[in-house]
């Protein structure tokens, strides 16, 4: 479906919309004076700074930028970011909205051909990065030059991408040990990382304790749960798309509608998709993912698949991890997702999390309680990167006094690197509490609106 063209004579809008791309050292943001990490915490906490960005590189960790108190890539600009977060979306648009590393590129290439079909050309000029920009990093002005109808792809937190009751966004969500492995070697990969000779013990501890660029992966995944049943949001596992390809693109055409859902029921141009989306044909020519010149190596498509993750986490990683990930999703829909994918034994899985149902009179005690505490949280997450730690802080001695019981039941080894302090696991999860009081105010979430994203 797609066709690979390699013309050096592409237009000159191409020929900016490339150079944009292509940033050298000096186009950085300043990095005069560098933020200083508070000295003594727990995990480094960076103030809030002027209109523009700050980049920070402590040694060992992948060089990143602080805006807004969020968590970037280094050439990322205020101006860009601050525009995507208001940008106004058409009633056509389609959203790819992913945590890094969780099958953006392999969406926007399933898309592009049911949306674009004949029309849809890659190559030099026209690299996926180009024709389907990611807004965060391009800009709402960027954006509105691409051809209706837009398919654009976002990193961004739910609470800050651009709503529309009328766009459609695709969500999909791998599971996080795999999602890890593959956002290691993508910052070793990306030159504007300088971390070409990172180490992976050092990432997965910026990894579980959220450091890293586009924030924490168990945030974003939250974020994003209330939504999952509005009609113009469509929900994927990386893994279901792995498994059966087919029936993905199926899915994604018949969410898409009109010319996209008629041609996923034609079983000879459906076949064409699929073929040209399996992982071995997207490793072929993979210079029309992303220009060349800003990669160490030209392979931008790894491996895919799963369980890859064996082969770099320890059992000690690995029991870190899913104690993170049972804890956060506790009492979420997704708090049994990927036991298979996760368990240490390739024959075994995790077993299943059970947790207690919430007294209702003393979690609406806790809950009155809370919103005091929500008032005071909202202005310290205005002015720092990192609140999570004050914030259970706040949120366990508060749930500690109304229930009358101790939620310090876990215990955690010190990571060589700062990590934030770590999640009680216990039957009344603050997660799960936070999750059933955003449910009750958001009410039912019939579409992705402008008045969904109020409640944040």
């Known amino acids: ?155 961004f937190a739910m609470m800050n991408v651009p709503k529309s009751s009328k766009a459609k966004y695709i969500y999909c969500v791998r599971n996080p040990k795999d999602c890890l492995v593959s956002y290691y070697h993508h910052n070793r990969n990306f030159k504007i990382y300088n971390w070409a000779d990172g180490t992976f013990d050092a990432f997965f501890e910026l990894f579980i304790s959220g450091q890293l660029a586009f924030g924490d992966y168990f945030d974003h995944l939250l974020g994003w749960l209330p939504c999952l049943e509005s009609p113009n949001v469509l929900f994927l596992t990386y893994e279901e798309m792995y498994e059966d390809l087919t029936t993905a693109v199926q899915r994604i055409g018949t969410f898409l509608g009109g010319h996209a859902a008629q041609l996923v029921q034609d079983i000879e141009k459906l076949q064409q998709v699929v073929d040209a989306s399996k992982l071995d044909s997207m490793k072929q020519d993979q210079g029309r993912w992303f220009p060349e010149s800003i990669l160490h190596k030209t392979e931008f498509i790894r491996k895919g698949g799963s369980r890859d993750w064996k082969n770099y986490l320890t059992k000690e990683q690995s029991d870190r991890l899913d104690t993170v990930y049972r804890t956060r999703c506790a009492g979420t829909s997704a708090e049994n997702w990927w036991r298979r994918e996760l368990a240490w034994d390739d024959e075994m899985t995790i077993p299943e999390l059970e947790t207690e ?100």
């Open 1 to 155: 479906m797609s066709k690979i063209r390699s013309n050096p004579n592409y237009s000159k809008q191409n020929t900016l919309r490339l150079k944009l791309l292509q940033l050298e050292e000096n186009d950085l943001p300043s990095t005069s004076p560098p933020p200083t990490p508070i000295a003594k915490t727990p995990t480094p906490i960076f103030r809030k700074g002027p209109n523009d960005a700050r980049i920070y590189q402590p040694e060992g960790h992948p060089r990143q930028c602080v805006i807004d108190g969020e968590i970037w890539p280094p050439i990322f600009t205020p101006d860009n970011v601050r525009s995507a977060k208001a940008m106004h979306p058409r009633e056509d648009d389609v959203f790819i909205c992913t945590y890094p590393k969780c099958g953006t590129t392999w969406l926007q290439h399933i898309v592009h051909q049911l949306v674009r079909q004949e029309k849809y050309e890659t190559g030099a000029g026209k690299e996926m990065c180009v024709q389907s920009p990611m807004i965060e990093r391009m800009g709402a002005t960027f954006s509105d030059s691409i051809q209706t109808p837009r398919i654009l792809k976002t990193h």
């Open 357 to 456: 149902d919430f007294d209702s009179d003393a979690s609406s005690g806790v809950s009155s309680m809370l919103d005091d505490v929500d008032e005071e949280l909202s202005i310290s997450r205005r002015n720092s990167v990192v609140v999570r730690p004050n914030r259970h802080a706040l949120r366990l001695n508060l749930i500690e006094k109304v229930q009358g019981i101790s939620l310090n039941t876990l215990t955690v080894p010190s990571p060589i690197l700062p990590s934030p302090l770590p999640r009680p696991q216990s039957p009344l999860s603050p997660h799960s509490l936070m999750h059933q009081r955003f449910l009750k105010r958001a009410g039912s979430c019939n579409s992705l609106s402008t008045g969904y994203g109020s409640v944040w």
